[in-house]
């Protein structure tokens, strides 16, 4: 699959009742959210003498990658666009 067709894909699940300006918003709250809880499960892994929960941190990088999706689209800027920025 490719950045793009992730992109396409992931927006299937959008709410399409949000205007461009809400998408947004969503999506860097969305982002915030989610990029928090990864960090919290490195945390605890860290400082808390919790095994590295894999599965838990590969879900919510999953979440930061629908955000990340949901920002560009309603940036009208294709994903691919995004992370060759890096």
């Not at 709250?29 to 590295?52: N, Q, T, W, Y």
Request: glycine share 6%; proline share 1%.
């Amino acid at each position: 699959m490719t950045v793009n067709g992730y992109q396409k894909l992931a927006m299937v699940t959008l709410n399409n009742e949000l205007d461009k300006k809400e998408m947004l918003t969503n999506a860097v709250m969305g982002l915030c959210g989610e990029s928090g809880e990864a960090c919290d499960i490195v945390k605890k892994h860290l400082f808390h003498g919790h095994e590295l929960d894999r599965a838990a941190l590969i879900k919510e990088l999953g979440d930061v990658a629908w955000y990340l999706a949901e920002a560009a689209t309603a940036l009208d800027i294709p994903l691919d666009e995004v992370l060759k920025k890096i």
